[in-house]
């Protein structure tokens, strides 16, 4: 029986074309060696999976290939590359940092570096997870790292490349690896399956590759377990979603769909099923707030090129995004996250689910009712509501007064409204009574005088000190409806900010003036008419009469209350 190989390690690349997604990487490497303008120490990082380690491979075979091709390809002819392949270089060392991160390891290979290369010209040292060596382990190989033998090359791998310590940093070059796309994935997959003659369906390949998470290996291994779980040598999107227990993206279909028929009942169903199967709620609600996601960038064919997913996927999505609008993907949106953020701290998970369904299901309607309460606000608001007209105020005196009034309609309803509003107000004569007389001569300075001191003695009697202080002796000023004064310092001014409220109803109860409000400002006075109210300000202003009293408190250690 043929011992099966991984096809991780069987379809490992051995050479720079075949390395997936890392252009950016490649290029430059096969520039370096063809303008020989090699660094005596790489830094790979990135994510696992994204071919550190096979970069740093296939570079030290090419390298030290005697016959490059004029790509800086290596021509896996030679000794040095026959001598690789087998694994019988004595060229190339790797150390794995993981079980050999101690001093004596490293010392061991800044031992080796000393020996020149019996054959070829460079010797290699490629140390994966270099992260993982010590402190002391770092400053040992230091030296070394900085000034290397002309004939030795360093290339480290890592995975976190913020456990590096600066000086190590900055005595390589470094390459970023990037995670690999889903589409550089899916098409990598393709040829294998084809090379292995093993039927696919492309969804299913494209399913693998978004949940290998940019990383080819991880996507290889995920592709040997389905090709073994699966019948007949193929891989089906059925046996894929399965095997991976994926929600099948066509439930968030029908969840859409049973929201833009308004079918309630049909999207508790669906999620029950959803939940019958063994899926998560919380995985369902995010992986809905992605379909809402997806269903938007189908709006624009700019942002089309958003959407990772398989082709006949990408036609649903776009035959569904015509179905429902922007505003509704929005607010299913909204109501979808907001139920991901509060779903860990609701005590019935389910129930949290179901009651965002629900407002899902009703948000046709509500969109429907705005836009036409919008409508007829746009109707009405093209013609005005508040007709201003000039009047002749007629007293009782034979004096007559020019005024604006301003005439404004109730709405018992838009038709109403709609009727009335174009009918012109006409007002030849308005008689005032009274009481306009007494409102104007109620803002007199001497009257609003009188009010605010029968207040100020109330508040004495009441035994608000603070407020009766605040309101005696004030100097008032009447500015139209506004009542303007000055209060002494900080403290009355924060205090005033109490009872203002108070204070202002009053004052339009008994001047009749609706409109009336204060204005007060900090006027600091005289250092000689400055008011003590807090005990401190009181103890201030004895000790300047009586020094002795400060002497009197320290001596017998008293304390001010307050």
């Given at each position: 029986m043929e011992n099966f190989v991984v096809s991780a390690r069987k379809y490992r690349p051995s050479a720079f074309e075949t390395v997936v997604g890392q252009g950016h990487i490649t290029t430059t490497l096969k520039n370096a060696i063809k303008n020989n303008h090699l660094a005596q120490a790489f830094l790979f990082c990135g994510p696992r999976g994204v071919g550190k380690t096979t970069c740093a491979r296939i570079l030290a075979k090419t390298i030290n290939c005697t016959n490059l091709s004029e790509d800086a390809e290596a021509c896996d002819k030679c000794d040095s590359c026959k001598s690789f392949n087998t694994g019988a270089s004595m060229n190339i060392h790797e150390l794995d940092a993981a079980s050999n991160n101690s001093v004596d390891d490293i010392r061991n290979l800044v031992e080796q570096v000393r020996y020149a290369p019996q054959s070829g010209k460079y010797k290699i040292y490629i140390i994966d997870e270099v992260h993982m060596l010590s402190a002391s382990a770092f400053n040992a190989f230091l030296k070394t790292l900085e000034e290397p033998p002309s004939y030795a090359i360093f290339i480290l791998a890592t995975t976190e490349k913020h456990k590096i310590i600066p000086t190590i940093l900055s005595r390589c070059q470094i390459f970023d690896f990037n995670r690999i796309q889903v589409k550089d994935i899916t098409h990598h997959l393709v040829k294998i399956a084809d090379k292995e003659k093993i039927k696919y369906e492309e969804e299913a390949l494209?399913?693998?590759?978004?949940?290998?998470?940019?990383?080819?290996?991880?996507?290889?291994?995920?592709?040997?377990?389905?090709?073994?779980?699966?019948?007949?040598?193929?891989?089906?999107?059925?046996?894929?979603?399965?095997?991976?227990?994926?929600l099948d993206y066509d439930y968030y279909f029908k969840i859409t769909d049973a929201i833009l028929t308004e079918n309630s009942s049909n999207l508790l169903l669906l999620f029950d099923e959803i939940l019958a199967k063994g899926f998560d709620g919380h995985n369902f609600i995010v992986g809905l707030c992605e379909h809402f996601r997806n269903l938007m960038v189908c709006k624009d064919e700019a942002t089309l090129k958003l959407l990772e997913v398989s082709e006949s996927a990408k036609q649903k999505y776009k035959e569904q995004s015509k179905q429902a609008s922007t505003s509704l993907l929005l607010s299913g949106l909204s109501i979808a996250n907001q139920c991901d953020v509060q779903y860990k701290s609701s005590k019935n998970t389910r129930l949290h689910i179901e009651l965002?369904?629900?407002?899902?299901?009703?948000?046709?309607?509500?969109?429907?009712?705005?836009?036409?309460?919008?409508?007829?606000?746009?109707?009405?608001?093209?013609?005005?509501?508040?007709?201003?007209?000039?009047?002749?105020?007629?007293?009782?005196?034979?004096?007559?007064?020019?005024?604006?009034?301003?005439s404004t309609a109730k709405l018992p309803d838009f038709k109403s409204v709609a009727e009335n509003i174009s009918k012109p107000i006409e007002v030849n004569k308005i008689v005032v009574q009274e009481e306009v007389q007494t409102f104007v001569s109620n803002l007199e300075i001497e009257n609003t005088t009188r009010i605010w001191n029968i207040l100020a003695e109330q508040k004495d009697k009441q035994g608000k000190i603070n407020e009766h202080l605040i309101l005696k002796d004030r100097t008032l000023r009447i500015e139209g409806t506004t009542i303007c004064f000055?209060?002494?310092?900080?403290?009355?001014?924060?205090?005033?900010?109490?009872?203002?409220?108070?204070?202002?109803e009053y004052l339009r109860a008994e001047t009749n003036c609706p409109t009336l409000n204060l204005d007060y400002k900090i006027e600091r006075k005289e250092e000689n008419s400055i008011k003590a109210y807090t005990p401190t300000e009181k103890f201030n202003h004895l000790i300047q009469k009586y020094p002795e009293l400060m002497e009197f408190k320290q001596k017998l250690g008293l304390e001010l209350d307050y």
């Open positions: 494209h399913l693998i590759a978004q949940k290998a998470d940019g990383a080819l290996r991880d996507a290889l291994s995920i592709f040997d377990l389905i090709v073994t779980y699966s019948l007949g040598n193929a891989i089906t999107y059925k046996a894929t979603i399965d095997n991976l227990h994926i965002a369904l629900m407002k899902m299901a009703y948000l046709m309607q509500a969109l429907q009712l705005a836009r036409s309460v919008e409508e007829l606000k746009k109707k009405v608001d093209t013609e005005p509501l508040t007709t201003e007209v000039t009047a002749v105020v007629e007293k009782k005196n034979d004096i007559k007064l020019p005024v604006t009034l301003k000055t209060v002494d310092n900080a403290f009355q001014a924060d205090y005033l900010n109490v009872f203002k409220n108070e204070l202002i």
